[in-house]
């Protein structure tokens, strides 16, 4: 089997934890990991291997998303990057072509797709096993993953079933129970036509789909004609901007389900997110008298106090904070869009950093203030400041401060002086941190060049 992990989204419904580069699913607030709190991408990947699955790993993501991922799974799956955000159709297109193209793989290869971060229990992902078998044994050309709904939702699309086929199976969920063909889809329905859904045997649509790489290959190709992998990437801006439900599955006429019944949460809000973590307090917080059902997240080396409240999620990070109902915090979205902030922190290959402070004078000189943190052994990659004077203060580690060809060994208290447009890298012997404060005439970031 080959998995394709879907690892997209701007993080905006978890703001200001999550952002454009630090989604959701690397968050690592969820309960039940090994060693403490886990993300959901290190949970997905640890249940797809206790469950049994030896398949080939590849997760499609944005360039952003590439470091985070790589530091929290490591070497153990391919990752494939979309050279511009769409849609999930042109994103398994990329992946399927990756798989065919770069790996070898023949058109008769199984691949079950799925989103980075399913809330679920183990059996979801042995369902997994079964859908390969459907596809395998040519049961359909396409298998699906449907919920059991467990209350009518507006949120959520449904898989619904043909006529008399299979409703009580699809409502018991039984591991057991034969395949359902599908007849339709219905994409978000009003809750009077969702609860008419499910009296009928809709499941909830999953976005688990299982087929052969060459019928996606043939979907592919009918958009984009492609000798090599590089076409597929030159071309990959003229795919459709639409959902694989669309261009692919609702085409398709032959269409299983298998229907899962254990325990399944989309955690993409702050009132879900919260029911999964480990406790009412994250970071420094102090929740006192009066608190009930409210939960503090707190990234800022400050304390929070809350007091008397009920109800809330209190959430601080140096992108911002947010005091909001859980309910209420579900309909975050468009504020957040209003708030057109880069975010301040960030998670690289080699390490983290957090914007302290910006600042723009009479004169419109620019100052923007850093903390780093660059793991032992890692360097930050070679990069320039164009238009900005760097001044590195180490505060703890020892490491060195190349500019260009000149090397200086760099310890706790010690600074180092970088000019404008100097090309330089740190790199740290040690775990390393240090205060950087760059000024200059431009405030944009610096000038990086691509790592090896």
């Known amino acids: 089997m080959n998995l394709i992990l879907l690892s997209g ?51 499609a993501t944005g360039r ?55 809330y679920a229990d183990i059996t979801f992902f042995t369902s997994l096993l079964r859908l390969e078998a459907l596809v395998r044994e040519r049961a359909a050309r396409i298998a699906l993953l449907g919920i059991r709904p467990t209350y009518p939702s507006s949120k959520y699309g449904y898989i619904v079933p043909a006529a008399g086929a299979g409703a009580d199976d699809a409502a018991r969920g039984s591991a057991s129970a034969p395949p359902i063909p599908v007849a339709r889809f219905t994409e978000k329905p009003s809750e009077e036509q969702a609860a008419e859904l499910i009296a009928g045997g809709a499941l909830w649509n999953a976005g688990v789909f299982a087929f052969r790489l060459g019928t996606v290959l043939d979907a592919v ?47 993409g809000t702050w009132n879900t997110l919260t029911e999964v973590m480990e406790g009412p307090s994250s970071g420094l917080a102090l929740l006192g008298e009066g608190c009930e059902g409210t939960h503090v997240v707190n990234e800022l080396g400050i304390p929070v106090l809350v007091l008397g409240a009920r109800g809330l999620i209190v959430a601080a990070s140096p992108d911002g ?59 930050t990659g ?46 740290a012997k040690t775990d390393l941190h ?7 005439v431009d405030g944009s970031e610096e000038v990086a060049e691509p790592e090896d």
């Open 382 to 427: 070679w990069h320039a400041h164009p238009d900005r004077d760097e001044i590195l203060t180490v505060v703890d580690g020892e490491g060195t401060v190349q500019l260009g060809a000149t090397s200086r060994l760099v310890a706790r208290g010690v600074s180092a002086t970088v000019p404008r447009g100097t090309r330089h890298q740190v790199h």
């Open 221 to 267: 190709r009918a958009h984009l004609p492609f000798a090599t992998y590089e076409d597929v990437l030159a071309g990959y801006g003229t795919l459709p901007k639409t959902s694989f439900d669309y261009a692919v599955v609702e085409r398709e006429p032959d269409l299983v389900a298998v229907a899962y019944a254990g325990e399944w949460k989309d955690i």
């Open 321 to 379: 904070i947010l005091v909001a109902d859980k309910d209420g915090s579900a309909r975050m979205k468009p504020y957040v869009d209003r708030l057109q902030a880069d975010p301040r922190f960030e998670e690289r290959r080699w390490g983290e950093f957090t914007v302290l402070e910006k600042v723009v004078f009479e004169d419109r000189v620019h100052a923007l203030t850093k903390r780093f943190h660059v793991r032992a052994g890692a360097s």
């Open 64 to 118: 952003a998303q590439v470091d985070p991922i790589r530091n929290q799974l490591g070497d153990a799956v391919d990752i494939v990057v979309e050279p511009e955000r769409r849609d999930t159709f042109p994103a398994i297109a990329l992946s399927v072509c990756h798989l065919a193209l770069e790996r070898g793989l023949g058109p008769d290869e199984i691949v079950v797709v799925l989103p980075v971060d399913p």
């Open 9 to 59: 989204g701007s993080g905006k419904r978890l703001w200001p934890l999550s952002n454009e580069t630090r989604s959701k699913q690397f968050l690592k607030l969820v309960h039940g990991g090994p060693d403490g709190p886990e993300s959901m991408l290190q949970r997905v990947h640890r249940q797809i291997r206790e469950a049994g699955i030896d398949a080939r790993i590849v997760v």
């Open 434 to 440: 240090y205060v950087s404060v760059q000024i200059g």
